[in-house]
């Protein structure tokens, strides 16, 4: 089970920072990623991490402003969301893979086997 928190209302420049805590796992997953879906736009993409090594992909438009870490203990993910637009507004999800693939494909959506629920993002002034 993946559950996210952290969402919110908040002002154009501001910041928040997404939980996505796991649970019920042998957490031997191959990556963990966050996506985004804005009303009436596809999922997208915004962030993943490499369990066994940690390495780290960032979408082009978050590059910057998005980090995602871990904690020690390897049972919560988070998202650092840096200088806010209105374009982030969305639900954001947290997404685990248990399947190994390519990291040049971390973006697709059909490769996690497992969602959160999503916590929602709202950008406003």
């Known amino acids: 089970q993946l559950v996210e928190s952290g969402g919110g209302l908040v002002q154009p420049g501001g910041s928040l920072t997404l939980s996505c805590a796991a649970s019920?796992?042998?957490?031997?997953?191959?990556?963990i990623a966050w996506f985004r879906q804005a009303p009436g736009k596809e999922r997208e993409g915004v962030s993943c991490?490499?369990?066994?090594?940690?390495?780290?992909y960032y979408a082009n438009s978050v590059k910057g402003r998005f980090a995602i870490s871990r904690d020690n203990a390897g049972n919560t993910v988070y998202l650092q969301i840096n200088s806010l637009k209105p374009d982030d507004t969305g639900v954001y999800y947290c997404?685990?893979?248990?399947?190994?693939?390519?990291?040049?494909?971390?973006?697709?959506?059909?490769?996690?086997?497992?969602w959160g629920q999503g916590t929602q993002v709202t950008v406003s002034s």
């Open positions: 991490m490499g369990w066994s090594d940690g390495s780290t």
């Open positions: 019920g796992f042998t957490l031997d997953f191959h990556a």
């Open positions: 997404a685990a893979s248990l399947g190994a693939f390519f990291f040049g494909s971390w973006h697709e959506p059909g490769l996690y086997e497992y």
